[in-house]
T-cell receptor
């Protein structure tokens, strides 16, 4: 079982809608979670980090963490065509003792005008 | 705005040749990472430095890959000899270190081995 799982998509939403991206992880003791946005041919860009249960909001983005269910999600409100990208979920497995990120394969989001 | 610098941005090389990538992390960032990303996959760690010391190179193919960060600032990743399967995006990232674990990526080097 891969440590971080994401649906590869694509997830298609119309402009102005809420996009919901989901991620599950297998390492129960993981403490730190991140969402990166990656445009085609570009490098990952950090958009959200979350460390405790609950919601964390930043502009149009909300990250949600549920450690009991080992589930992380990213909500994008008022989706724009410029949000079309691959969204990578990542965690830092505590077992490693280091700060190495373990990534999922990413979910492609397509926002249609 | 502080950024991670990488060069070259693109590299085409023939198999069996040597190739090197350079990375300059965000100023003050003690931890530096090299990742490799194959198309359609998430990045996977090759090596992690804390200052000038390697703290994790368990996934680095040491028969052909080497990495150094001699003065604890910039870093070089080398492949010798390159193989067709090494074609990928090579990403450098940095973080402040200690409890500050947010990692910021450079633009990457797209390597094509022919």
């Amino acid at each position: 079982q891969k440590e971080v799982e994401q649906n590869s998509g694509p997830l298609s939403v119309p402009e102005g809608a809420i996009a919901s991206l989901n991620c599950t992880y297998s390492d129960r003791v993981s403490q730190s979670f991140f969402w990166y946005r990656q445009y085609s041919g570009k490098s990952p860009e950090l958009i959200m980090s979350i460390y405790s249960n609950g919601d964390k909001e930043d502009g149009r983005f909300t990250a949600q963490l549920n450690k009991a269910s080992q589930y992380v999600s990213l909500l994008i409100r008022d989706s724009q065509p410029s949000d079309s990208a691959t969204y990578l979920c990542a965690s830092i497995p505590r077992r490693s003792g280091y700060s190495t990120l373990t990534f999922g394969k990413g979910t492609m989001l397509l926002v249609s005008p | 705005e502080a950024e991670v610098a990488q060069s070259p941005r693109y590299k085409i090389t023939e198999k069996s040749q040597a190739v090197a990538f350079w990375c300059d992390p965000i100023s003050g960032h003690a931890t530096l990472y090299w990742y490799r990303q194959i198309l359609g996959q998430g990045p996977e760690l090759l090596v992690q430095f804390q200052d000038e010391s390697v703290v994790d190179d368990s996934q680095l193919p040491k028969d052909r890959f080497s990495a150094e960060r001699l003065k604890g600032v910039d870093s070089t990743l080398k492949i010798q000899p390159a193989e067709l399967g090494d074609s990928a995006m090579y990403l450098c990232a940095s973080s402040l270190g200690d409890s500050r674990v947010e990692q910021y990526f450079g633009p990457g080097t797209r390597l094509t081995v022919t």
